[in-house]
């Protein structure tokens, strides 16, 4: 059964951009740690719901971050980076985004030459396929995404978190449980004059 799931050419294609292996890797995260927290007998049950919940709560500020921040964020900066670093390749004169190039990708050879020759009658200028450098343009999108997803889950994500997970917390009824500490009885005093 695991074999055939692994080797779908779907699930290969969905996993092939960093976009998609964060939000499949947080999401992950969002279940697990804090299923794994609530399977722990070692401690008590408030401690379970609350360590459990605060995992979940960062898990899931983590991927808001990553999705409706940081990749939209990084997305449109890759090509405009790279428009300006490679500024005689084709591809980054005939596609001004990224959305375009990767649409771009998707299609086949037949349909590549005709969308090529579109672009080359709104644009005035002559791209032939052999020009376009998708490695290029994917590497570019790609290592842009990578960057972004280490700013976003490492900077972003935990300074975001910080001020709202624990006020959701306590709105939910999960304050921190205050443990009453022992009573330190003072010492006896010892009598050193003797």
């Known amino acids: 059964m695991i074999p055939p799931i692994l080797t779908n050419p779907a699930i290969y294609n969905i996993t092939q951009t ?18 794994f927290i609530l399977l ?8 379970k719901k609350y360590s459990s919940m605060k995992e979940f709560l960062y898990q899931l500020t ?20 790279a428009r300006k670093l490679f500024k005689d390749e084709a591809v980054f004169q005939a596609f001004k985004k990224s959305d375009d190039f990767n649409k771009f990708r998707k299609l086949t050879q037949d349909e590549k030459i ?13 791209f032939d ?8 343009a994917k590497g570019m ?21 910080r001020p709202l997970i624990r ?3 306590k709105s939910i009824g999960l ?17 050193v004059k003797g």
């Open 175 to 191: 304050g921190e449980t205050k443990k009453e500490e022992p009573q330190q009885n003072e010492p006896a005093k010892v009598d």
């Open 129 to 136: 396929l052999k020009d376009i450098n998708e490695n290029l």
């Open 62 to 81: 983590c991927m808001v971050v990553s999705l409706g921040v940081v990749i939209p964020v990084f997305k449109k900066g890759s090509f405009a980076i």
């Open 40 to 47: 722990d007998n070692s401690i008590d049950n408030n401690t």
């Open 18 to 35: 960093t976009q998609a292996q964060v939000a499949i890797e947080t999401g992950l995260k969002a279940v697990g740690r804090p299923g």
């Open 114 to 126: 005709s969308k090529l020759n579109e672009i080359n009658s709104q644009n005035g200028k002559i």
């Open 141 to 161: 999108i790609e290592v842009t995404s990578i960057a972004g997803s280490i700013l976003g889950l490492s900077i972003l994500s935990p300074l975001i978190s």
């Open 167 to 169: 006020p959701v917390l």
